[in-house]
């Protein structure tokens, strides 16, 4: 079993920038591809952004390309999501999400789920 627990989040101006943390316990995560996802009220949860078990690859939602940036540092067992030129399309609370050995842009790709970190952007 992977434990994710989502951090960072928080109010921000449009034009700003935020990092969220997903920080992994109950297992290494160098060998689960990770991803981030965000649900706003109302809608569906959509993907953001993945990364591959060994950062051989990422993805990005169109939506996120150019502005967001997916990393990750297995020797602390976390994974990272640089977020700048924030908008207030983007508020939402933020998912990390893991599975073994793979990535991809479905939420069904995914066995394991944190509690997730609200951001809300102000205009």
């Known amino acids: 079993q992977v434990q994710l627990v989502e951090s960072g989040g928080g109010l921000v101006q449009a034009g700003g920038s935020l990092r969220l943390s997903c920080s992994a316990s109950?297992?290494?995560?160098?060998?689960?591809?990770m991803g981030w996802f965000r649900q706003a009220p109302g809608k569906e949860r959509e993907f953001v952004a993945a990364?591959?078990?060994?950062?051989?690859?990422?993805l990005y939602a169109d939506s996120a390309k150019g502005r967001f940036t997916i990393s990750r540092d297995n020797s602390k067992n976390t994974v990272y999501l640089q977020m700048n030129s924030l908008k207030p399309e983007d508020t939402a609370l933020y998912y990390c999400?893991?599975?073994?050995?793979?990535?991809?842009?479905?939420?069904?790709?995914?066995?394991?789920w944190g509690q997730g970190t609200q951001v809300t952007v102000s205009s």
């Open positions: 999400a893991a599975v073994r050995y793979g990535t991809g842009r479905s939420v069904l790709n995914y066995d394991y």
């Open positions: 109950g297992r290494t995560i160098s060998s689960y591809g």
């Open positions: 990364i591959t078990h060994n950062s051989g690859s990422t």
